[in-house]
Protein backbone atom coordinates (compact mmCIF):
# COMPACT_ATOMS: atom_id res chain seq x y z
CA UNK A 1 0.00 0.00 0.00
CA UNK A 2 1.18 3.40 -1.11
CA UNK A 3 1.70 5.96 1.16
CA UNK A 4 2.15 9.91 1.54
CA UNK A 5 5.11 11.70 3.45
CA UNK A 6 4.87 15.25 3.83
CA UNK A 7 7.25 17.69 5.63
CA UNK A 8 5.02 20.31 7.54
CA UNK A 9 5.29 24.15 7.12
CA UNK A 10 7.17 24.72 3.64
CA UNK A 11 5.68 27.99 2.69
CA UNK A 12 4.41 27.45 -1.34
CA UNK A 13 4.81 30.16 -3.97
CA UNK A 14 4.25 29.27 -7.93
CA UNK A 15 1.39 28.09 -9.77
CA UNK A 16 -0.99 25.34 -9.98
CA UNK A 17 -3.59 24.38 -12.57
CA UNK A 18 -6.33 22.81 -12.12
CA UNK A 19 -7.28 19.45 -14.21
CA UNK A 20 -10.52 18.59 -15.54
CA UNK A 21 -14.17 17.97 -13.24
CA UNK A 22 -13.81 14.23 -12.24
CA UNK A 23 -18.06 14.21 -11.47
CA UNK A 24 -18.34 16.00 -14.85
CA UNK A 25 -16.50 13.51 -16.81
CA UNK A 26 -18.43 10.18 -15.32
CA UNK A 27 -21.31 11.20 -16.37
CA UNK A 28 -20.65 12.34 -19.90
CA UNK A 29 -18.80 9.16 -20.53
CA UNK A 30 -22.35 7.24 -19.47
CA UNK A 31 -23.68 9.74 -21.96
CA UNK A 32 -20.87 8.67 -24.53
CA UNK A 33 -23.08 5.02 -25.09
CA UNK A 34 -25.67 7.26 -26.66
CA UNK A 35 -23.22 9.07 -29.64
CA UNK A 36 -21.83 7.18 -32.04
CA UNK A 37 -18.08 8.92 -31.80
CA UNK A 38 -16.83 11.48 -29.01
CA UNK A 39 -13.57 12.51 -28.34
CA UNK A 40 -13.99 14.09 -24.93
CA UNK A 41 -10.70 16.55 -23.85
CA UNK A 42 -9.32 18.22 -20.39
CA UNK A 43 -10.03 14.85 -18.76
CA UNK A 44 -8.57 14.12 -15.14
CA UNK A 45 -5.83 10.74 -15.37
CA UNK A 46 -7.68 9.33 -11.94
CA UNK A 47 -8.73 6.01 -10.83
CA UNK A 48 -12.47 6.53 -11.19
CA UNK A 49 -12.09 7.68 -15.20
CA UNK A 50 -10.05 4.59 -15.71
CA UNK A 51 -12.55 2.16 -14.12
CA UNK A 52 -15.30 4.34 -16.41
CA UNK A 53 -13.34 3.49 -19.04
CA UNK A 54 -12.93 0.12 -18.39
CA UNK A 55 -17.11 -0.55 -17.91
CA UNK A 56 -17.79 0.87 -21.33
CA UNK A 57 -15.59 -1.18 -23.00
CA UNK A 58 -16.67 -3.96 -20.89
CA UNK A 59 -20.44 -2.62 -22.47
CA UNK A 60 -19.06 -3.00 -25.58
CA UNK A 61 -17.92 0.45 -27.10
CA UNK A 62 -14.46 1.22 -28.19
CA UNK A 63 -13.06 3.66 -25.39
CA UNK A 64 -9.71 4.52 -25.36
CA UNK A 65 -7.56 7.11 -22.89
CA UNK A 66 -5.06 9.54 -24.95
CA UNK A 67 -3.16 10.15 -21.31
CA UNK A 68 -0.58 13.02 -22.67
CA UNK A 69 -3.36 14.82 -24.06
CA UNK A 70 -5.97 14.01 -21.18
CA UNK A 71 -8.30 12.81 -23.56
CA UNK A 72 -10.58 9.93 -24.03
CA UNK A 73 -12.11 9.11 -28.03
CA UNK A 74 -15.04 6.82 -27.82
CA UNK A 75 -16.35 4.72 -30.83
CA UNK A 76 -20.03 3.00 -30.66
CA UNK A 77 -19.96 0.43 -33.49
CA UNK A 78 -23.24 -0.88 -31.92
CA UNK A 79 -21.81 -4.49 -32.24
CA UNK A 80 -22.16 -7.01 -29.49
CA UNK A 81 -23.47 -4.90 -26.94
CA UNK A 82 -23.68 -6.40 -23.48
CA UNK A 83 -25.92 -3.84 -21.10
CA UNK A 84 -24.19 -5.56 -17.75
CA UNK A 85 -22.08 -3.29 -15.51
CA UNK A 86 -21.00 -5.74 -13.47
CA UNK A 87 -20.46 -5.85 -9.49
CA UNK A 88 -16.79 -5.78 -9.82
CA UNK A 89 -16.56 -2.66 -12.02
CA UNK A 90 -19.37 -1.09 -9.80
CA UNK A 91 -18.25 -1.76 -6.55
CA UNK A 92 -15.00 0.65 -6.65
CA UNK A 93 -16.50 3.75 -8.99
CA UNK A 94 -20.31 3.60 -7.46
CA UNK A 95 -20.69 6.22 -10.70
CA UNK A 96 -21.09 3.09 -12.84
CA UNK A 97 -24.43 3.25 -12.29
CA UNK A 98 -24.84 6.68 -14.62
CA UNK A 99 -24.99 3.85 -17.60
CA UNK A 100 -28.23 2.44 -16.20
CA UNK A 101 -30.19 5.97 -18.01
CA UNK A 102 -28.10 5.54 -21.06
CA UNK A 103 -28.65 1.92 -21.55
CA UNK A 104 -32.16 1.62 -20.74
CA UNK A 105 -33.06 4.59 -22.94
CA UNK A 106 -31.02 3.37 -26.08
CA UNK A 107 -30.93 -0.45 -25.91
CA UNK A 108 -34.34 -1.03 -23.82
CA UNK A 109 -32.67 -3.15 -20.80
CA UNK A 110 -29.52 -2.94 -18.68
CA UNK A 111 -28.11 -5.03 -15.59
CA UNK A 112 -26.06 -2.97 -13.37
CA UNK A 113 -24.94 -3.61 -10.14
CA UNK A 114 -25.95 -2.05 -7.34
CA UNK A 115 -23.17 0.69 -6.13
CA UNK A 116 -23.23 -0.37 -2.69
CA UNK A 117 -22.24 2.61 0.28
CA UNK A 118 -19.05 3.80 1.21
CA UNK A 119 -17.37 5.72 3.79
CA UNK A 120 -19.14 8.52 3.51
CA UNK A 121 -23.35 6.84 3.80
CA UNK A 122 -24.83 4.20 2.34
CA UNK A 123 -25.33 5.81 -0.67
CA UNK A 124 -28.87 4.62 -2.52
CA UNK A 125 -29.91 4.78 -5.50
CA UNK A 126 -34.00 4.80 -4.81
CA UNK A 127 -33.81 8.66 -6.70
CA UNK A 128 -32.72 7.04 -9.68
CA UNK A 129 -35.08 4.19 -9.61
CA UNK A 130 -37.75 6.45 -8.90
CA UNK A 131 -37.28 8.43 -11.63
CA UNK A 132 -36.80 5.29 -14.34
CA UNK A 133 -39.74 3.95 -13.16
CA UNK A 134 -41.59 7.54 -14.00
CA UNK A 135 -40.33 6.91 -17.47
CA UNK A 136 -42.10 3.88 -17.34
CA UNK A 137 -39.24 0.95 -16.69
CA UNK A 138 -39.93 -1.81 -15.47
CA UNK A 139 -37.14 -2.35 -12.62
CA UNK A 140 -36.22 -5.62 -10.48
CA UNK A 141 -33.53 -5.84 -7.85
CA UNK A 142 -32.06 -9.23 -7.78
CA UNK A 143 -28.74 -10.87 -6.33
CA UNK A 144 -27.44 -7.16 -5.36
CA UNK A 145 -28.50 -6.17 -9.01
CA UNK A 146 -30.88 -3.74 -10.88
CA UNK A 147 -32.94 -5.44 -13.63
CA UNK A 148 -34.12 -2.69 -15.78
CA UNK A 149 -36.28 -3.12 -19.45
CA UNK A 150 -38.44 -0.75 -21.18
CA UNK A 151 -40.00 -3.04 -24.04
CA UNK A 152 -41.66 -0.19 -25.86
CA UNK A 153 -38.74 2.33 -25.09
CA UNK A 154 -39.60 4.75 -22.46
CA UNK A 155 -41.94 7.12 -22.04
CA UNK A 156 -41.63 11.21 -21.46
CA UNK A 157 -43.22 12.37 -18.11
CA UNK A 158 -43.42 14.80 -15.42
CA UNK A 159 -41.03 13.54 -12.42
CA UNK A 160 -40.86 15.94 -9.11
CA UNK A 161 -37.54 14.55 -7.17
CA UNK A 162 -38.52 14.52 -3.33
CA UNK A 163 -34.97 15.22 -2.65
CA UNK A 164 -31.92 17.06 -4.80
CA UNK A 165 -29.80 14.27 -6.17
CA UNK A 166 -26.46 14.67 -8.34
CA UNK A 167 -26.66 11.50 -9.45
CA UNK A 168 -30.37 10.76 -9.47
CA UNK A 169 -30.52 14.01 -11.91
CA UNK A 170 -27.60 12.67 -14.27
CA UNK A 171 -29.92 9.20 -14.66
CA UNK A 172 -33.28 10.70 -15.30
CA UNK A 173 -31.51 13.47 -17.91
CA UNK A 174 -29.69 10.74 -20.06
CA UNK A 175 -32.91 8.36 -19.88
CA UNK A 176 -34.68 10.81 -20.73
CA UNK A 177 -32.96 11.43 -23.69
CA UNK A 178 -34.58 8.83 -26.00
CA UNK A 179 -37.93 9.11 -24.57
CA UNK A 180 -40.70 9.49 -26.36
CA UNK A 181 -42.48 12.81 -26.07
CA UNK A 182 -41.06 14.95 -23.71
CA UNK A 183 -39.80 14.58 -20.25
CA UNK A 184 -39.95 17.38 -17.16
CA UNK A 185 -37.45 16.85 -14.18
CA UNK A 186 -38.38 19.15 -11.14
CA UNK A 187 -36.14 19.66 -8.05
CA UNK A 188 -32.75 18.65 -10.40
CA UNK A 189 -29.52 19.31 -8.71
CA UNK A 190 -27.91 22.26 -11.06
CA UNK A 191 -24.14 21.76 -10.10
CA UNK A 192 -21.63 22.69 -12.61
CA UNK A 193 -21.22 19.39 -13.77
CA UNK A 194 -24.91 18.99 -14.37
CA UNK A 195 -24.23 22.09 -16.74
CA UNK A 196 -21.55 20.78 -18.33
CA UNK A 197 -23.30 17.01 -18.88
CA UNK A 198 -25.96 19.05 -20.37
CA UNK A 199 -23.82 21.24 -22.21
CA UNK A 200 -22.32 17.59 -24.17
CA UNK A 201 -25.57 16.34 -24.55
CA UNK A 202 -27.13 19.51 -26.25
CA UNK A 203 -24.07 19.20 -28.38
CA UNK A 204 -25.12 15.56 -28.99
CA UNK A 205 -28.29 16.83 -30.49
CA UNK A 206 -30.32 16.95 -27.17
CA UNK A 207 -33.24 19.62 -27.06
CA UNK A 208 -32.51 20.39 -23.06
CA UNK A 209 -33.76 23.70 -21.53
CA UNK A 210 -32.57 24.46 -18.05
CA UNK A 211 -34.61 27.00 -16.12
CA UNK A 212 -34.00 27.14 -11.93
CA UNK A 213 -34.08 23.94 -10.66
CA UNK A 214 -36.26 22.38 -13.88
CA UNK A 215 -34.88 20.93 -16.42
CA UNK A 216 -36.92 19.57 -19.42
CA UNK A 217 -36.03 17.31 -22.32
CA UNK A 218 -38.13 16.61 -25.85
CA UNK A 219 -36.96 13.09 -27.46
CA UNK A 220 -33.89 13.96 -29.13
CA UNK A 221 -32.63 12.73 -32.48
CA UNK A 222 -28.57 11.78 -32.04
CA UNK A 223 -26.05 13.73 -34.37
CA UNK A 224 -24.07 10.58 -35.87
CA UNK A 225 -21.30 12.75 -36.60
CA UNK A 226 -18.50 13.04 -34.17
CA UNK A 227 -18.26 15.52 -31.62
CA UNK A 228 -15.87 17.01 -28.98
CA UNK A 229 -16.56 18.38 -25.65
CA UNK A 230 -13.88 19.91 -23.30
CA UNK A 231 -14.63 18.78 -19.67
CA UNK A 232 -15.32 21.38 -17.04
CA UNK A 233 -12.21 22.19 -14.37
CA UNK A 234 -12.67 20.31 -11.17
CA UNK A 235 -14.21 22.96 -8.79
CA UNK A 236 -13.35 20.84 -5.72
CA UNK A 237 -9.76 20.20 -6.84
CA UNK A 238 -9.27 24.36 -7.16
CA UNK A 239 -11.04 24.68 -3.61
CA UNK A 240 -8.98 22.14 -1.72
CA UNK A 241 -5.90 24.65 -3.43
CA UNK A 242 -7.44 28.01 -2.67
CA UNK A 243 -7.31 26.28 0.98
CA UNK A 244 -3.26 25.04 0.85
CA UNK A 245 -2.20 28.80 -0.72
CA UNK A 246 -4.65 30.56 2.38
CA UNK A 247 -2.53 28.71 4.62
CA UNK A 248 0.95 28.51 3.34
CA UNK A 249 1.46 30.90 0.72
CA UNK A 250 4.78 32.55 0.93
CA UNK A 251 3.51 35.64 -0.59
CA UNK A 252 0.86 34.35 -2.63
CA UNK A 253 0.22 31.82 -5.17
CA UNK A 254 -1.54 31.81 -8.98
CA UNK A 255 -4.10 29.08 -9.52
CA UNK A 256 -5.19 28.83 -13.22
CA UNK A 257 -7.24 27.12 -16.29
CA UNK A 258 -10.62 27.98 -13.94
CA UNK A 259 -13.83 30.52 -14.51
CA UNK A 260 -14.29 32.26 -10.41
CA UNK A 261 -17.63 32.80 -11.97
CA UNK A 262 -18.61 29.24 -11.06
CA UNK A 263 -17.29 28.93 -7.64
CA UNK A 264 -18.98 32.50 -6.23
CA UNK A 265 -19.99 30.78 -2.70
CA UNK A 266 -16.93 28.87 -2.06
CA UNK A 267 -15.36 32.25 -3.13
CA UNK A 268 -17.20 34.17 -0.21
CA UNK A 269 -16.77 31.78 2.46
CA UNK A 270 -12.94 31.62 1.90
CA UNK A 271 -13.35 36.14 1.85
CA UNK A 272 -15.44 35.83 5.16
CA UNK A 273 -12.73 33.72 6.46
CA UNK A 274 -9.98 36.44 5.72
CA UNK A 275 -8.70 35.02 2.77
CA UNK A 276 -7.63 37.53 0.08
CA UNK A 277 -8.36 36.97 -3.30
CA UNK A 278 -7.77 38.48 -6.48
CA UNK A 279 -9.85 37.25 -9.41
CA UNK A 280 -8.69 37.33 -13.27
CA UNK A 281 -10.69 35.93 -16.08
CA UNK A 282 -9.19 32.56 -15.75
CA UNK A 283 -7.21 32.71 -13.39
CA UNK A 284 -7.14 34.00 -9.17
CA UNK A 285 -4.42 34.93 -6.85
CA UNK A 286 -4.50 33.98 -3.15
CA UNK A 287 -2.61 35.81 -0.52
CA UNK A 288 -1.65 34.18 2.50
CA UNK A 289 -3.89 34.75 5.29
CA UNK A 290 -2.67 37.13 7.58
CA UNK A 291 -5.70 36.25 10.38
CA UNK A 292 -8.40 33.87 10.17
CA UNK A 293 -11.57 34.35 11.56
CA UNK A 294 -14.12 31.67 12.34
CA UNK A 295 -17.66 31.32 10.59
CA UNK A 296 -20.37 28.98 10.59
CA UNK A 297 -21.16 26.64 7.54
CA UNK A 298 -23.69 24.66 6.38
CA UNK A 299 -23.03 22.30 3.41
CA UNK A 300 -26.16 22.12 0.90
CA UNK A 301 -26.80 21.56 -2.75
CA UNK A 302 -25.04 23.46 -5.71
CA UNK A 303 -24.69 26.96 -4.87
CA UNK A 304 -24.68 25.95 -1.67
CA UNK A 305 -21.15 25.85 0.23
CA UNK A 306 -20.45 21.87 -1.34
CA UNK A 307 -20.21 18.96 1.17
CA UNK A 308 -17.11 17.73 -1.46
CA UNK A 309 -14.88 20.69 0.79
CA UNK A 310 -16.17 20.14 4.12
CA UNK A 311 -13.20 18.44 5.03
CA UNK A 312 -10.78 20.60 3.39
CA UNK A 313 -12.74 23.75 5.08
CA UNK A 314 -12.48 21.91 8.32
CA UNK A 315 -8.67 22.52 8.54
CA UNK A 316 -8.15 25.71 7.32
CA UNK A 317 -10.66 26.49 10.41
CA UNK A 318 -8.84 24.46 13.32
CA UNK A 319 -6.40 27.84 12.50
CA UNK A 320 -9.31 30.38 12.63
CA UNK A 321 -9.72 32.44 16.07
CA UNK A 322 -12.84 31.14 17.72
CA UNK A 323 -15.17 28.40 17.29
CA UNK A 324 -16.17 27.85 13.99
CA UNK A 325 -18.99 25.23 12.83
CA UNK A 326 -19.67 22.94 10.20
CA UNK A 327 -23.28 21.48 9.51
CA UNK A 328 -22.61 18.19 7.41
CA UNK A 329 -26.31 17.82 5.52
CA UNK A 330 -25.91 16.01 2.61
CA UNK A 331 -24.08 12.73 3.81
CA UNK A 332 -24.53 10.89 7.06
CA UNK A 333 -21.11 9.89 7.64
CA UNK A 334 -18.76 12.47 6.30
CA UNK A 335 -16.29 13.40 9.52
CA UNK A 336 -14.42 10.21 9.18
CA UNK A 337 -11.48 12.83 9.07
CA UNK A 338 -12.08 14.38 12.06
CA UNK A 339 -10.60 11.71 14.46
CA UNK A 340 -7.62 11.61 12.35
CA UNK A 341 -7.09 15.33 12.24
CA UNK A 342 -6.94 15.28 16.50
CA UNK A 343 -4.64 12.87 16.31
CA UNK A 344 -2.53 16.11 14.46
CA UNK A 345 -3.34 18.53 17.45
CA UNK A 346 -7.14 19.83 16.20
CA UNK A 347 -9.78 20.45 18.42
CA UNK A 348 -12.76 19.15 17.19
CA UNK A 349 -16.25 18.17 18.73
CA UNK A 350 -19.10 16.48 16.84
CA UNK A 351 -22.31 17.13 18.05
CA UNK A 352 -24.96 15.89 15.55
CA UNK A 353 -23.81 15.77 12.30
CA UNK A 354 -22.15 19.17 13.35
CA UNK A 355 -18.38 19.62 13.70
CA UNK A 356 -17.45 22.50 16.43
CA UNK A 357 -13.86 23.26 15.58
CA UNK A 358 -11.97 25.36 18.47
CA UNK A 359 -9.00 27.74 16.51
CA UNK A 360 -5.91 28.52 16.57
CA UNK A 361 -4.84 24.95 17.59
CA UNK A 362 -0.95 24.19 16.12
CA UNK A 363 -0.89 20.94 14.41
CA UNK A 364 1.76 18.14 14.82
CA UNK A 365 2.48 15.70 12.17
CA UNK A 366 1.35 11.78 13.08
CA UNK A 367 1.07 8.71 11.12
CA UNK A 368 -2.60 9.00 9.75
CA UNK A 369 -5.16 6.82 8.12
CA UNK A 370 -7.20 7.75 4.47
CA UNK A 371 -11.11 6.59 4.76
CA UNK A 372 -12.69 8.24 1.43
CA UNK A 373 -11.51 11.13 -1.28
CA UNK A 374 -12.14 14.15 0.21
CA UNK A 375 -11.07 13.14 3.81
CA UNK A 376 -7.85 12.27 2.64
CA UNK A 377 -7.00 15.51 0.57
CA UNK A 378 -7.82 17.16 3.80
CA UNK A 379 -5.05 15.00 6.09
CA UNK A 380 -2.58 16.42 3.09
CA UNK A 381 -3.60 19.74 3.88
CA UNK A 382 -3.15 18.86 7.42
CA UNK A 383 0.05 17.62 6.99
CA UNK A 384 1.23 20.75 4.66
CA UNK A 385 0.59 22.87 8.08
CA UNK A 386 1.70 20.75 10.61
CA UNK A 387 5.00 20.34 12.42
CA UNK A 388 7.45 17.88 11.29
CA UNK A 389 6.59 14.66 9.59
CA UNK A 390 3.10 13.12 8.37
CA UNK A 391 2.37 9.79 6.70
CA UNK A 392 -1.22 9.27 5.34
CA UNK A 393 -1.85 5.96 4.57
CA UNK A 394 -4.21 4.36 2.21
CA UNK A 395 -3.69 7.21 -0.45
CA UNK A 396 -5.36 5.28 -3.08
CA UNK A 397 -8.73 7.25 -1.83
CA UNK A 398 -6.61 9.98 -3.45
CA UNK A 399 -5.91 8.37 -6.32
CA UNK A 400 -9.51 7.92 -6.96
CA UNK A 401 -9.68 12.20 -7.56
CA UNK A 402 -6.78 14.31 -7.78
CA UNK A 403 -4.81 14.16 -10.69
CA UNK A 404 -1.38 14.64 -10.15
CA UNK A 405 -1.49 15.99 -6.64
CA UNK A 406 2.14 15.75 -5.62
CA UNK A 407 3.50 17.00 -8.77
CA UNK A 408 1.70 20.38 -8.52
CA UNK A 409 2.26 20.44 -4.64
CA UNK A 410 6.03 20.19 -5.49
CA UNK A 411 5.92 22.46 -8.24
CA UNK A 412 4.54 24.90 -5.55
CA UNK A 413 8.09 24.33 -3.24
CA UNK A 414 6.08 21.62 -0.54
CA UNK A 415 7.93 18.43 0.40
CA UNK A 416 5.78 15.61 -0.26
CA UNK A 417 6.83 12.13 -1.54
CA UNK A 418 4.95 9.03 -2.32
CA UNK A 419 6.44 5.67 -1.32
C1 LIG B 1 -22.32 13.17 -6.32
O1 LIG B 1 -22.61 11.97 -5.64
C2 LIG B 1 -20.81 13.28 -6.34
N1 LIG B 1 -20.25 12.14 -7.06
C3 LIG B 1 -20.29 13.31 -4.90
O2 LIG B 1 -18.89 13.48 -4.96
C4 LIG B 1 -20.90 14.51 -4.19
O3 LIG B 1 -20.46 14.52 -2.85
C5 LIG B 1 -22.43 14.40 -4.25
O4 LIG B 1 -22.85 14.31 -5.63
C6 LIG B 1 -23.12 15.60 -3.62
O5 LIG B 1 -22.74 16.76 -4.28
C7 LIG B 1 -20.22 12.18 -8.40
O6 LIG B 1 -20.67 13.13 -9.03
C8 LIG B 1 -19.61 11.00 -9.09
P1 LIG B 1 -26.33 12.70 -4.42
P2 LIG B 1 -24.12 11.40 -5.65
O7 LIG B 1 -27.16 11.72 -5.17
O8 LIG B 1 -24.76 11.67 -6.96
C9 LIG B 1 -28.98 10.76 -1.01
C10 LIG B 1 -16.69 12.92 -4.59
O9 LIG B 1 -16.08 13.15 -3.56
N2 LIG B 1 -29.54 9.94 -2.10
O10 LIG B 1 -26.47 14.15 -4.75
O11 LIG B 1 -24.09 10.01 -5.15
C11 LIG B 1 -27.52 10.44 -0.77
O12 LIG B 1 -27.40 9.36 0.12
C12 LIG B 1 -18.10 12.39 -4.51
O13 LIG B 1 -16.29 13.16 -5.76
C13 LIG B 1 -30.65 9.15 -1.82
O14 LIG B 1 -31.15 9.12 -0.70
O15 LIG B 1 -24.80 12.32 -4.54
C14 LIG B 1 -27.01 11.72 -0.17
O16 LIG B 1 -27.33 11.75 1.20
C15 LIG B 1 -18.44 11.92 -3.11
N3 LIG B 1 -31.17 8.38 -2.82
C16 LIG B 1 -27.82 12.80 -0.89
O17 LIG B 1 -28.96 12.14 -1.42
C17 LIG B 1 -30.66 8.41 -4.09
O18 LIG B 1 -31.21 7.71 -4.97
C18 LIG B 1 -27.09 13.47 -2.03
O19 LIG B 1 -26.57 12.46 -2.85
C19 LIG B 1 -29.54 9.22 -4.35
C20 LIG B 1 -29.00 9.98 -3.34
Given at each position: MQKLIIKGRRELSGK??????????????????????????????????????????????????????????????????NTLAPYKLVKTMRAGVLVLGSLLTKYRKAKVSLPGGCAIGTRPVDLHLFALKKLGAKIKIKDGYI?????????????????????ATENALLAAFKAKGKTILKNCAIEPEIKDLIKFLKNLGANIFLKGRTISISESKIKTTKITHHVIFDRIELGTYMIASALLAKKNLTID??????????????????????????????KRAKKLKKINILTKPYPGFPTDLQAQLM??????????????????????????????????????????IKGPTKLTGAEVMATDLRASVSLVLAGLIAENRTIINRIYHLDRGYEFLERKLKKCKAIIKRV
Open positions: ISISGSKNATLPILAASILSNQVKIKNVPLVKDIFTMVELLNFIGLKAKIIKKKNTIEIKNREKNILAQAKNGLKGAVIKFPSISVGKIDPKIIKSELNILKKIGVQIEQKKNSIIIVILTQAKGISRIKENIFENRFMHVPELKRMGAQIQIKDKTAI
